[in-house]
T-cell receptor, first 112, second 113 residues
């Protein structure tokens, strides 16, 4: 099983809402990643978790709050987002913090 | 810093044409190199990879060779199909605390029947 799943597939939220994105993998991978992808652009790394500890935060605004409750799950908590945060949010995982990254299908987020 | 440069798109070809998408990189050290493909409305899928100089990655008729002397990793396919229409990203991996992928800008490929 080389699948990374993400829920929801689509999310529409207002600027005052609080929502969460979820990512799950059952490949035994110990590194998980959040990327943001704007239309017609490459993915941009946001966060890296290695062995459930945050190892990279690419200076992401605090309105994005990642959480790794266990080695299979990665959440991204969203609060007070701006319309410019509308994008495709991709999750990826790799066997350890050096290794091939497998991507999920993404959550398409629209902030109104 | 480390970077990847891809040929600008979009690229439009007829079915069965030969495809080349150029990719060059700048990196300190010896990165691994990747081609990812993104079909409309989907996430990224690994197409092929190469981890050292002169390695050739191949998958689904696509090939790319890691050329250290020209710092290139060009993607080729001998005969494209309509189903190959997608966005193709060249990427390298670097270690900065943890592994980071550095992507090129992407090349949109459209194959006409």
């Amino acid at each position: 099983d080389t699948e990374v799943t993400q829920t929801p597939k689509h999310l529409v939220m207002g600027m005052t809402n609080k929502k969460s994105l979820k990512c799950e993998q059952h490949m035994g991978h110990r590194a998980m990643y959040w990327y943001k992808q704007k239309a017609k652009k490459p993915p941009e790394l946001m966060f890296v978790y290695s062995y459930e500890k945050l190892s990279i935060n690419e200076s992401v605004p605090s309105r994005f709050s990642p959480e790794c409750p266990n080695s299979s799950l990665l959440n991204l908590h969203l609060h007070a987002l701006q319309p410019e945060d509308s994008a495709l949010y991709l999750c990826a995982s790799s066997q350890r913090d050096i290794g091939l990254q497998y991507f999920g299908p993404g959550t398409r987020l629209t902030v109104l | 810093g480390d970077s990847v440069t891809q040929m600008e798109g979009p690229v439009t070809l007829s079915e069965e044409a030969f495809l080349t998408i150029n990719c060059t990189y700048t990196a300190t050290g010896y990165p691994s190199l990747f081609w990812y493909v993104q079909y409309p409305g989907e996430g990224l899928q690994l197409l092929l990879k190469a981890t050292k100089a002169d390695d050739k990655g191949s998958n689904k008729g696509f090939e790319a060779t890691y050329r250290k002397e020209t710092t290139s990793f060009h993607l080729e396919k001998g005969s494209v199909q309509v189903s190959d229409s997608a966005v193709y990203f060249c990427a390298l991996s670097i270690i900065q605390g943890a592994q980071k992928l550095v992507f090129g800008q992407g090349t949109r490929l459209t194959i006409n029947p």
